[in-house]
């Protein structure tokens, strides 16, 4: 099949890419003290120069004191931003673009044992898993705190001249946790028995996020129904629901929905071949993302048990992309294999794509 639907040129609002393809962001863990290095530099550089469309970052957090749960996580403040500016510096130079995903990983637990937050944990409710409470909720005041750092990271995005902005609100991290009814029971404004009540913290987000980068600029965010602590869980359980969900955050000024699944392939919901990425673009109208083990043969969450994938067909995919159910395409563990793997893709080189192993997850190659 021809790849031709890949390379087609996409715009929205100020965000003009060459390509349909997005590098996809991974947590690195390779920021000492969460300042990114020239090492970090030259590693999205490569992937610049290998032809991605749009790269997004490893996710870098606001400033909270416990916004990370890894001490080599990258931070989105203070001593950081300057090393960002180089990033931005290393990639333009390759002709590349690039947006950062801002985060804050809420009561979701590190891979590090001897890792110590900095300070009090932010919940919605207290909880690590459903059921398992043990730490203070968050106030109104922890609340309003935590909208207003998503803003100064917004406006350090414009002023280091980012092309982009990507909020990371999926895997059960701390805006996941807000929508969440397992993490989120409160009785007040942050919470409700319907998803479009638990998405008010996240449309607050979004609403702090514009205001920091302007009219102009592209506002991604993430979303998954799956979690780190439940890979099976939903948000939404129906169409319906999925258009309560998004209805606030598209009100509050997303631009572009960039939707996690394990497996693109996989339909959302019963009785439709639409994955989540089409079911969000079909209620929205909005672009959407797809993402999910595109190019191999295995999903991602064996490869931190380190099992290897092999280079998959492309096929489906690109049929997909030609029936317009998603726009644009995000890669991952395909291009931490290979930097070249857009260049060979366009190419036809599909000979020399390389497959994944688990060790890449280790290094910055």
């Given at each position: 099949?021809?790849?031709d639907a890949?390379?087609?040129p996409?715009q929205?609002?100020?965000l003009?890419?060459?390509?349909r393809?997005?590098?996809?962001?991974?947590?690195?863990s390779f920021s000492?003290?969460?300042?990114?290095?020239?090492?970090?530099?030259a590693?999205?550089r490569r992937?610049?120069e290998?032809?991605v469309?749009?790269i997004?970052t490893?996710g870098t957090?606001?400033?909270?004191?416990?916004?990370?749960?890894d001490a080599n996580?990258?931070?989105?403040?203070?001593?950081?931003?300057?090393?960002?500016?180089?990033?931005?510096?290393?990639?333009?130079?390759?002709?590349?673009?690039?947006?950062?995903?801002?985060w804050?990983?809420?009561?979701?637990r590190?891979?590090?044992?001897n890792?110590?937050?900095?300070g009090?944990?932010?919940s919605?409710?207290?909880?690590?898993?459903p059921?398992?409470?043990?730490l203070?909720?968050?106030?109104d005041?922890?609340i309003a705190?935590?909208i207003?750092?998503?803003?100064r990271?917004?406006?350090?995005?414009?002023e280091l001249?980012?092309?982009?902005v990507?909020?990371?609100?999926?895997h059960?991290?701390?805006?996941d946790?807000?929508?969440?009814?397992?993490l989120?029971?409160?009785?007040?404004?942050?919470g409700?028995?319907?998803?479009?009540e638990?998405?008010?913290?996240?449309?607050?987000v979004v609403?702090a996020?514009?205001?920091?980068?302007?009219?102009d600029m592209?506002?991604i965010?993430?979303?998954?129904?799956?979690?780190?602590?439940?890979?099976?869980?939903?948000?939404?359980?129906t169409?319906?629901e999925l258009?309560e969900w998004?209805a606030?955050l598209?009100?509050a000024?997303?631009d572009?929905?960039?939707?996690?699944?394990r497996?693109?392939?996989?339909?959302e919901?019963?009785?439709?071949?639409?994955?989540?990425a089409g079911?969000t673009?079909k209620?929205?109208?909005?672009?959407?993302?797809?993402?999910?083990?595109?190019g191999?043969?295995?999903?991602?969450?064996?490869?931190?048990?380190g099992?290897?994938s092999k280079?998959?067909s492309?096929?489906?995919?690109?049929?997909r992309?030609e029936?317009?159910?998603f726009d644009?395409?995000?890669?991952?563990r395909a291009?931490?294999?290979?930097?070249?793997w857009?260049a060979?893709?366009?190419?036809g080189?599909?000979d020399?794509?390389?497959?994944?192993q688990?060790?890449a997850l280790?290094?910055?190659?």
């Open positions: 099949m021809s790849v890949l390379f087609r996409f929205v609002k100020s003009k890419m060459p390509n393809i997005v590098m996809a962001p991974m947590t690195r000492p003290g969460g300042v990114p290095t020239s090492d970090v530099a590693y999205y992937r610049a290998g032809g469309g749009l997004v490893e957090v606001v400033e909270r004191p416990a916004a990370r749960n996580v990258p931070v989105f403040h203070g001593e950081a931003l300057p090393e960002w500016k180089k990033v931005v510096e290393e990639v333009h130079a390759a002709g590349g673009l690039i947006a950062p995903q801002i804050h990983v809420g009561s979701a590190g891979r590090g044992e890792w110590a937050p900095l009090k944990v932010d919605p409710s207290g909880m690590t898993s059921g398992k409470r043990g203070e909720p968050m106030s005041e922890d705190d935590t207003a750092a998503f803003g990271s917004a406006r350090a995005t414009r001249g980012f092309d982009a990507e909020i990371h609100a999926a059960g991290y701390l805006i946790q807000f929508f969440w009814s397992g989120n029971d409160r009785d007040d404004r942050w409700g028995s319907t998803i479009r638990r998405a008010r913290f996240g449309a607050e609403k996020v514009r205001e920091g980068v302007g009219p592209a506002l965010m993430r979303l998954s129904q799956w979690k780190l602590q439940d890979y099976a869980v939903q948000n939404a359980l169409p319906e258009g998004l606030p598209v009100e000024g997303v572009v929905f960039h939707c996690s699944q497996r693109f392939w996989e339909p919901f019963e009785g439709s071949e639409l994955n989540f079911w673009k209620i929205t109208g909005l672009p959407t993302i797809t993402v999910g083990s595109v191999l043969d295995g999903e991602f969450i064996a490869s931190f048990g099992a290897g280079p998959a492309l096929d489906g995919l690109i049929a992309l029936k317009d159910e644009l395409v995000a890669v991952g291009l931490l294999a290979d930097p070249n857009v060979k893709v366009r190419d080189r599909l020399e794509l390389e497959d994944f688990g060790a280790m290094t910055l190659s």
